[in-house]
């Protein structure tokens, strides 16, 4: 996973989903990405793309502590050498411009990993890129030092050295711990002089960058209308990137439709917002391109809870909400036909994915009703009741979510039928992580996670059980030995099939643990101007910026 | 007269210091930075947060006593801490007040203006149907969201310029990014961006002067030297705006004042919606981050602009009213 604030970021794009807007033709399944593909050829050579990008922070180094959110990371994509490219399953490639060859060397006793680098890749201020660039970035990133100030040490912290190989260009990276996804290390990568001490890790990219390493350099940070302008680098030893001039605006997210429709910006991702959608649906010289997101929104259970420490009543709650109906009302006037997810690693468009839902997810309503019957929660009156308690739950959520009220309010009516009362709790947006989900003050509570290729190696912090008090990502405070075991098989595993099985099976214990239900992956939502070819709504895929432009 | 003033000002000045420091011991024991950094994904380690928060001054297992007496002497020093950002909060607060100051000036002038101009046709009487529809688009004006407001603009201006076949008008920022063009070129260019907020903030601005203006005038419309004034044969429109509008503009002034001051640094929704990026934003981004120190900073503007604006309607009304001056 990137290092960026998924879940605050992903509870703004459910802010912004409003109501409203038509369903244009029949629905049918969202293409895994849609970037009004041309050949190179067609596109025209030149141009100044205008993209709106979300807040910019101050600090441009990808792995400190304060480092950019997602949107500010597409500039860092234009200029700094990321290794590998995902494609539109998720699956990734080593991208021959920075690699001439990586390989798994050995497995055993320990994993080798063997980075060739390409001859001709060298930073702006001249020096080759080599192994010492690899060295800074782990000594900084692995944790073991605490005036570096990290957003996270996921996998570095399993390296146990990074070596000169058989020459400055050749890394070799040695494991003390298998890594499956180590082809998320090393990008974006950084000069070794700019990130090698605690100092420079935390000022030589604040507010500026000042090296890279990409078909495009900056060209101006302007901090007072908040945009960052890069432009072709004459020095980029790969393909001739098509566009002359990339500008990034920071926009407010009501500012974003009437740019595009001004003339001001050419595309930006509109996430599920039905209403943008409509407005800008069949605007002349606008297309909303639209791909199945690489979001997917759940309900997360407090397994610590007094009535939801049952694992049966959880079950049995899952069991009585329609998801498909839930899915149809979230994503109304949107794009696509609406479909449940029935996987908690992988979003449907991804490799790996599968139903692991084993009737867990099935809408059974008198089957719920058996269950509480079971555990005790006999129905008197409207309400189920045990030793005097009241089957009572608190529905948490955002209040600006205006999605998430209309699923509270769906949801609570379907439970009502099985005896379970739902209180909707709406709480201030700033506090609903802070204040509610970290403590577990809440009974039931949707948000949503961001997907990415990597979904295995940030498992075992939302899955695993909390140790010493430390909850970290796992807010439904459920899990078992035997869900850690297989875990952990699965981010050590190096063969990927084998890491996908292992994954999903874990993925089936988590459905029957019911830790949290799956409900829909989103729609990716992108107008853009209708000359722009290969970009757009890019699902879980890496754009090639280099073939980006307007066409002919 | 300048004794006066004198001692307004020092009084306004300890009111200031207190004001200031009251805010800041508001905004560290409201907001939370260590619970942003902890929600943070993936989630930061402990030794990093307790670095980075020791760092920013905000460590809620300091006595608050102590982060404000660091803070307090810093900033008679003029240093207002380092945002969440790592910037120093005084730097980007400058920025952001000549973002917001650029933004705001010709809406507030010119609303101003309007204002008067408005409230003097209001209180003239001479047609019932003018008035009514002054009062009517006036409190339209006020009920309407500024997002709405915004948008019924660009509209408008979409429209406009789809007729005419060119693009006269431009409303996001405060400029064009990216585009070549000497300086003339850039000062047209900033004036296009600025039609369509400057007409927003005045209506607005507008509205309000013109419904208090309104009242006052028809109150000293009816005073003695007004009705001696038409009875010596004055005609009402004159002695309207040569003696009466004088008279009842005094108490509009500190509203006046006051209101643009609140302006300056409040107008978060005007700034997001046409994506400038000026005071009001960035305390709401501040708050949302739990970045105290730049909320204390926002404070001290503010505090500083509405002490500023009070000065300023003192010395207008000392202008305007011959009796304060003793």
Known sequence: MTPVRLVLSALILITSAGCGGTRPGAPSALAPYDIGPAPRDAVRDGGTLRLAAGEFRAQWNYWHLGGPNLDAVTVLRTTLPWLFRADATGAVHPNPDYLARVRVARRRPRQVVVYDLNPKARWSDGTPIGYRDFRALWRATRGRDPEYAIATSTGY??????????????????????????????????????????????????????????????????????????????????????????????????????ALLGGEIDGYDAGPDAAAYARLQGTTGVSVRRAAGPDFTQLTFNGAGPILSDPDVRRAIAMAIDRPAVARSALHGLPGRPEVMNDHVYVDTQRGYQDNTGGAGTYDPAQAGRLLDRAGWARAGGTRRKNGRTLALRFVYPESATTSRQSGELIQAMLRRVGVRLLLHPVPDGDFFDRYLLPGAF?????????????????????????????????????????????????????????????????????????????????????????????????????????????? | MAGVLLRRSAGQAVLLAVAVSLAYLLAAAALDPRAELEARNPRPSHAVVEARLARLNADDRTPLVVRYLTWASGAVRGDLGRTVDDTPAAEEMGRRAGVSLRLLLAGVLLGNALGAALGLVGAAGRSPVIERLAAAGGFTVLAVPVVVLATVGEIAAQWADARTGTRIFAWTGEYTPGRPGGSLHA????????????????????????????????????????????????????????????????????????????????????????????????????????????????????????????????????????????
Request: charged fraction near 20%; glycine fraction near 8%; include cysteine.
């Open chain 1, 157 to 258: 912290d399993r390296v146990r050295s990074v070596e000169r190989g058989t020459g400055d260009r050749q890394v070799v990276v040695t494991f003390a711990r298998p890594f499956g996804e180590w082809p998320e290390l090393f990008s974006p990568l950084y000069p070794a002089r700019t990130i090698g001490t605690p100092d420079r890790w935390d000022h030589a990219w604040l507010n500026r960058i000042p090296v890279t390493a990409g078909p495009f350099r900056p060209e101006r940070i302007d901090r007072t209308a908040q945009t960052v302008s890069v432009v072709r680098d004459p020095a980029w030893w790969g393909t001739r990137a098509k566009l002359d001039r990339i500008v990034f605006r920071y926009l407010a997210r009501d500012a974003m439709p009437g």
């Open chain 1, 443 to 552: 009974d039931l509570a949707p948000f949503t996670w961001h997907g990415t290729p990597y979904p295995i190696s940030n498992l075992e912090s939302v899955y695993a059980r909390p140790r010493g008090g430390a909850v970290l990502q796992n807010l439904a405070r459920v899990g078992s030995a035997r869900l850690d075991r297989t875990l952990a098989r699965a981010v050590g595993e190096l063969d990927p099939t084998r890491a996908r099985r292992a994954a999903n099976e874990a993925d089936r214990m988590i459905w029957r643990e019911m830790h949290s239900l799956p409900l829909y992956q989103r729609p990716q939502i992108v107008p853009v101007r209708s000359s722009l070819a290969n970009w757009g709504a890019f699902g879980l895929s890496d754009p090639i910026w280099t073939d980006i432009g307007f066409r002919r």
């Open chain 2, 187 to 326: 000062i047209a260019e900033r004036g296009r961006h600025l039609v369509l907020p400057t007409l927003t903030i005045a209506l607005g601005r507008a509205a309000v002067l013109a419904h208090y203006l309104r009242g006052t005038l028809r109150d000293t419309a009816d005073a003695a030297f007004v009705r001696a004034a038409v009875a010596k044969g004055l005609t009402r429109r004159r002695v309207l705006t040569r003696h009466a509008l004088r008279v009842a503009v005094i108490p509009v002034v500190p509203l006046s004042a006051y209101g643009c001051a609140t302006l300056l640094g409040g107008a978060a929704c005007t700034e997001k919606v046409f994506a400038w990026h000026g005071m009001g934003e960035w305390l709401i981004d501040s708050i949302h981050r739990g970045d105290v120190n730049a909320v204390a900073a926002y404070c001290c503007f503010a505090a500083i602009v509405v002490t500023g604006a009070g000065l300023l309607s003192d010395l207008a009304v000392a202008a305007l009213d011959p009796r304060t001056r003793t």
